[in-house]
């Protein structure tokens, strides 16, 4: 079994910073696409940023520039670094990895089970 435990998460006063860590542990061949999503009291669970396992990513045009999503292999581990935030940003935000438990197994999709993230002053 997998699992994808979130940290980092907290109250954060506007223009601030935090840096949110997803692990993910178990019996793991490889991660491959590792994504960071949020969601906001009523409304639906949006994709904030990717990441390959080659690195690649990608980001909501809503945090271009001030957050930046990274990556450790070795540690099947996702980080997603937020700067300059805004109170908009206020979500439970939850990690998403596509893994392979063996060389010739299909990938599978694992979720996080969230992490709060309030930005206030």
């Known amino acids: 079994q997998v699992q994808l435990v979130e940290s980092g998460g907290g109250l954060v006063q506007p223009g601030g910073s935090l840096r949110l860590s997803c692990a993910a542990s178990?019996?793991?061949?490889?991660?491959?696409?590792m994504e960071w999503y949020r969601q906001a009291p009523g409304n639906q669970r949006d994709l904030v940023a990717s990441?390959?396992?080659?690195?690649?990513?990608n980001y909501a045009d809503s945090v271009k520039g001030r957050f930046t999503i990274s990556r450790d292999n070795a540690k099947n581990t996702v980080y997603l670094q937020m700067d300059t935030m805004k109170p908009e940003d206020t979500a439970v935000y939850y990690c998403?990895?596509?893994?392979?438990?063996?060389?010739?197994?299909?990938?599978?999709?694992?979720w996080g089970q969230g992490t709060q993230v309030t930005v206030s002053s």
């Open positions: 990441i390959t396992r080659a690195e690649s990513v």
């Open positions: 998403k990895a596509d893994v392979k438990l063996r060389a010739t197994s299909p990938t599978y999709r694992y």
């Open positions: 178990g019996s793991i061949f490889e991660t491959y696409t």
